[in-house]
């Protein structure tokens, strides 16, 4: 997983990294419909600030697909929900004026944030922030974030796939990576990790992701990210079956799933907000800034487009 390329002698150790490699399974589809639609304008890499040294160095599925991806994605921007009702400890259910919660799509290439708009909200899957991993799922890199005043805590729960916590620690140095490295290795970090690098391999970032199951509760903060994630039971490998194909299966996972999330608040009232998650190929936008936009919506024919997650918003 990590580079240690001035120092790294034991061929045991890069063999061990190599095993550790994670790609996004969605990257694979991607490779694929970019070649399929070469005829199409590529977006200028106008934000490229890292050279990323995982799986996306070594594996060529995955340098192609980074090549694609350093474009930039971005996320159909969605306004602000209707309000919700709000349940007190007593059983009351009123409008809770002075909080509220909302969830956002979240980009992990860019740092950015996307609200709902017209109550449907795209997810899209970039060059950061998921791989799959033998034996332990696809973090499929669909990451949103939920946001608002006065949060307590936050609990989801989801009827098909699961979630898992995601976390990007910036502005490392190589010997913080290296504690971080050695702490995955031995088993006091849960959870797993992807490191990018400056050029000059002086400053580092780490990319966390832990599966949390079908459902989960805990404290809130304004930058926890969370995505889904496919178990490796509903994961069916066959070597001979198309790549394509293979990715939107995975995907499909959340193909009719439906996504709840509460928010308790300081003052003990709670909001509930249900979504009901679809997967298509999404409509993409080549904006001005070269940047892309993922649309909620399926893309006609020859129209380029991700393979992904999109949802509409019951309440």
């Known amino acids: 997983m990590m580079n240690r390329f001035s120092d790294m002698n034991d061929m045991n150790d890069m063999i061990e990294l190599m095993d550790k490699i994670k790609v996004p399974g969605a990257l694979k589809d991607k490779v694929l419909d970019a070649s399929d639609t070469v005829h199409t304008a590529k977006p200028k890499n106008s934000r490229h600030q890292s050279k990323r040294h995982t799986a996306f160095r070594v594996a060529v599925c995955a340098v192609f697909a980074l090549a694609f991806l350093l474009g930039g994605l971005s996320i159909f921007q969605s306004g602000a929900n209707s309000p919700s009702t709000t349940t007190k400890s007593n059983g009351t259910t009123t409008l809770s004026p002075s909080y509220h919660f909302g969830l956002e799509a979240y980009a992990a290439d860019n740092n950015e944030t996307y609200a709902p708009k017209d109550n449907k909200i795209a997810f899209s899957i970039g060059s950061s922030g998921g791989g799959e991993i033998t034996g332990k799922g696809d973090y499929t890199g669909c990451l949103f974030r939920v ?34 490295f050695d702490s995955e290795k031995n088993g006091t970090l849960n959870a797993d990790c992807q490191f990018a690098s400056s050029d000059d391999l002086k400053t580092w970032c780490s990319e966390q992701m832990t599966a949390l199951g079908s459902s989960f509760s805990e404290d809130w903060t304004a930058d926890g990210g969370y995505g889904f994630w496919v178990p490796p039971e509903s994961i069916q490998n066959n070597e001979n079956e198309d790549l394509r194909a293979a990715a939107h299966r995975e995907i499909d996972t959340f193909n009719g799933a439906v996504l709840t999330i509460t928010a308790t608040f300081e003052d ?17 936008v080549l904006n001005e800034d070269h940047n892309q936009t993922v649309l909620p919506e399926l893309a006609d024919d020859n129209e380029p487009y991700i393979y992904s997650v999109y949802a509409e918003l019951e309440n």
Not at 166 to 175: C, I
Not at 268 to 284: A, D, F, I, P, R
Request: hydrophobic share 25%.
């Open 268 to 284: 003990g009232s709670q909001q509930t907000k249900t979504l009901n998650l679809k997967t298509g190929k999404l409509k993409v």
């Open 147 to 180: 946001t608002g005043d006065g949060i307590k805590t936050i609990s989801a729960s989801i009827d098909r796939g699961g979630f898992y916590r995601y976390k990007k620690l910036d502005n490392l140095t190589k010997d913080e990576i290296e504690a971080i």
